[in-house]
């Protein structure tokens, strides 16, 4: 009767039944991946263990990361998205959570900066010529999102720290379609020009700005015309050029078509079919600006940590990495449309059929 | 001469000298550690990836922990820490390092609320009957810092969901000896009562308070009684009984000697001997309080996400997360000298002595 | 010919044109409110400075607060929201808004938790008997948003740090609307169960499980029922009395119908119709989440600033806060519908009628 | 008899002992100074009052940060600061309070990045020309902590927008001293070169690098240089022109004495004597670097709100700011030392007087 009196906290592992935490999570792999050089060379330096926590950690997150964005990347390759479908609210919900992702990682680099340069020394020349810049997934991360090695600041440089191996996986991203301009192709899609829905649209004013554009166009542009204080009279020109005339300014990625249209979606977001749209589009400059703000954050704290100490190649790290940043703005396309707003009141009246459309049955 | 013309920029795989981040990294283990149990049952819920990850970081942050605290138990483990050696400020660093790091996990706490209560029943019950009580660095850590089994909310429960290998683990660590006795034991030792130091000390009030007390004591004890608004009166006797008795109230466990040289050190903390001590306490309030905001966030997080479920034993997840929150406070002696404490301008004036063996040579 | 050499970058003050930004904000009377108690006394304490400046601050968002929640508050006077309006978009921003402000007043205690006891003590007895508690906007947010007289943990205390003119403050706003019932007017009037559109609806289960409840609910008590496990089976009791009863429960707020409502909002949220409102109920339990987060670090910091010193009326600080940081979650009738949800593959399947009212038209 | 059945908890406003909660803070003031400029016009735009409140808010902390850092200047203006006093420790505490605040103000800039680009539009032209570009005090703060105005970008731009009265008032504090110079001054005295403590000092290279520098600096310089690989030797020019010639370089503002005893701190930090002293150097640092994540927070936020429009005088917003951010790190010449360290391991072993001069007696 041994069984009737035993204890009962005691669970021998072989009768544990369903899934184990340790097990599910695979912590015999993550805990012990840690193996430090300076311990390997028998000089342990104490903050190594830090320096390769905190990589393994961002490595992680950037594999989830990669994993939402594939999976957002997902529905815009449809070649249509019903806006009565949740594809869009998904969508929205999966890219606030990269953001989110992104601001937790941001915040991680309070954990770099308890490292001092002095503790950083005990084990920097054991590392060499390692660096985050061998980052795969993080390579992977600007490519998919629609950075080209050709948009890319020190493009030479970029993967000529890598193996062959790993040069290859990047150069193979790089002929994958890019969410940017998946995202272009949507834009172009969005039907809210169906002429029939636009039939009964009363111009507003008389001028034509753009030969080609719209009744609702020339009216927008007459609009934002009056809108400029006279030191900004040029504005109207850049409006035209980006979101009437398909020419290549800068490596544009969007078509004046998209850029049109993500106006609209910018101008009208109050009605109920715009919202997704408007969200999807505040969610990419929301990953642009939680990006900027890691390489911000990561300048500088290499900064604190090395100084402006020459690098290998002669250049400095920090401004190398500025940059960097300053040109790696993936959506700035999207951000800079906000020059072409104008307030509300001066909004063009959208014809009954349209707003119908854009509300609930 | 195929050499010379070979591309400056092609580094074939066996030609790579030195460290190579992602092997370095073993990012070969930390990127193939993730497996969704819907996947493998062919029902592949989305948001059970990032179930995964954000638990693995989790552990590979606890582990860090541990490795940052148990380096600190070291310093505090020898018999004497000489004031003149970096020991103290490097543990002050480390702790503070620990707060750093716990005050990010808090930060991804924001991570997990992004899955909704709807789609985290898509995977729900394919993790049963795992869950985050079944990590075992955490108990260590609440362990090593302090925590005993007897001190737990809910002793029982405690480590009912472990195999018997693993409850194995934590009955050892339980014989270990723990920060806050080690913390005890260096308080009690801290040398400032040394007889001769205080030769020239001139007492400044005429009572007796408490039998024993030496001349500070006891003019301490009258001035803290001066300060005492009627209605406070009794926290006299909650002084004496916590700095001048060795009784045991609510299972204490720091001894009364411990408690008072505590509180000379926040009483006398502008001293630059006592600053890196006062530091040490500082830090271990630091982590309590890191540790409760996890601890809150989490059962917010959880609320949101199961509300008021009963769980399998019939107990509210909340409730007995709540005890556990109020009970679990490692620090909170110390944290509770604080109400013994009287304005600056009261203190007693320290001898000539003292004061200069707490400064520079 | 003075003014033509004139210097181009002076401004005379009475030639400037336009809104001025010190003047605009009136800077003269936001600058110049800060007098310290200490200073009166000729006893400056160098950190009283900070204690006015934080509560200053904390006034100022408190009124923007309550600016923002009294504007979401009139669309929900209307007797019927258009979800084709922008309204319920207006009112998650705001919302969210709030939500964001008290975020940044959470990090705001790392500023006080700067203070420490010591430091404290130099201008503590000075300020006696003024307190936050008194703050009256603080008061008002809480009444606003829902929290009744009734409800308060410590009601006679609550009010009676106040003078008579303060009160009367109080007692006046308990008569107006408040949030929380303005919500459950709305859940009431939301019109998913016009029987119209529920015509062609197909029962899936056969049982009845709760006298009058229509087809749908039927269906789901029944799908709900199959999804507990044997020890949660209480739980199917539980959501009847909530969401089919109109009994008086703990003083519940919300109407069944009300919460039968929202219910069907969260779990049937990948419609179009229902993203907004879903949106409102998550930013509600956004805002709650936040101000117990609030209330929390409060909570750890007034302990670390005081310790558990008795306060005039002989209770702890920290039991008294704790007690109503747990009773005081203004909208935990919908965080608690969480545990009536089911699996999205095990939810009855909507009329098509229903569907298409849900959708763009 | 009335008044022995006076309700307990009324209390005439007249006979409230003692300081009361809202006079304190003088919120008749606080909470009456918000007036928007839409409201006057009678076209109440809704975000106005969120405009008004955050900069006030601002202004409140700008306040508080002028005044700590102003009490810290009172220290360093001393001819001596007695290492056994609490100074430094305070200066340290109250330092790392400011960079508290300005982190708190970054996390604040969330809120401001509620306010949509079309929701701004509604008040925008009601503002001009007043611009945060107008605020005195953050003006103020730059110069109090070292920023010239012939160090700043834009010079010529950089009063023009102010009020004559303004304008001097700026002019005024350029002539006062800078925290930035009496941080050199300090540094310069910073007295571990007595002659006498380093009688027994032993040399451990042979070289001479640079003609005049002690033996101490010699074995220094010796010991960098083997510490270059061969492409960073520039390096040690680099350093030779920082610490060891008092040449005018890009406007330095340390002199070669002050930072060769600024990189003798943080060196041998692990003293007890040099703790505080490079705590201030990190806290100084450590100001720059929030200050420098502000501004680049609010050049996002800037471009998201106006895009790359033109400003009235033709430059892009973003641009001047960017130029701005990176010119105005005002204790760039401290974090520049960290490239002059060597490992632990390879420092100059300190002679024993000194060591035990920097230790406690």
Chains 1, 2, 3, 4 share one sequence.
């Not at 993550?30 to 393994?56: C, S």
């Not at 950037?62 to 249509?80: H, I």
């Not at 980006?242 to 009208?268: Q, T």
Request: overall charge negative.
């Amino acid at each position: 009767m041994t069984k009737t009196i035993k204890n009962q906290t005691t669970m021998k592992d072989e009768d544990y039944k369903g899934v184990y935490y340790s097990e599910y999570l695979q912590l015999d792999k993550i805990l012990n991946a840690q193996q430090t050089e300076t311990g390997k060379a028998g000089k342990e330096a104490h903050d190594e263990m830090l320096f390769i926590i905190i990589h393994q950690s961002y490595e992680l997150w950037f594999k989830q990361v990669l994993f939402e964005v594939g999976s957002v990347m997902e529905f815009f390759k449809k070649t249509r998205i019903d806006d009565s479908e949740p594809d869009l609210a998904i969508a929205v919900h999966r890219l606030s959570r990269v953001t989110t992702i992104l601001t937790a990682l941001v915040k991680q680099i309070d954990i770099i900066e308890t490292l001092t340069p002095l503790d950083f020394l005990d084990y920097r020349d054991f590392l060499r010529p390692a660096s985050g810049f061998q980052s795969l997934q993080f390579k992977q991360l600007e490519g998919l999102l629609g950075l080209r090695m050709e948009d890319r600041f020190g493009k030479a440089y970029y993967t000529s720290a890598l193996k062959d191996s790993d040069k290859q996986i990047i150069e193979d991203m790089e002929k994958q379609p890019k969410f940017l301009d998946l995202i272009n192709d949507w834009l172009e899609r969005v039907p809210f020009f169906d002429e029939k829905l636009w039939d009964e649209y009363t111009r507003a004013h008389s001028g034509t700005v753009e030969e080609g554009a719209n009744d609702f166009w020339q009216d927008y542009l007459c609009a934002y015309d009056n809108s400029l204080a006279e030191a900004e009279k040029d504005n109207l020109k850049y409006l035209v050029s980006v979101c009437f005339r398909d020419i290549d300014m800068e490596g544009n990625r969007l078509s004046a078509k998209a850029s049109r249209n993500a106006l609209f979606i910018m101008l009208y977001k109050d009605y109920p079919l715009l919202q997704a749209p408007f969200q999807v589009l505040q969610s990419l400059l929301d990953i642009d600006e939680a990006m900027s703000l890691w390489r911000f954050r990561h300048i500088n704290m290499v900064h604190r940590m090395i100084g402006g100490r020459m690098g290998t190649g002669g250049s400095s790290g920090k401004d190398y990495l500025m940059q960097a940043l300053n040109k790696h703005y993936i959506f700035k396309e999207i951000a800079a449309l906000t020059s072409f707003m104008i307030p509300r009141s001066s909004l063009p009246k959208l014809p009954k059929k349209l707003v119908k459309s854009m509300s609930f049955g």
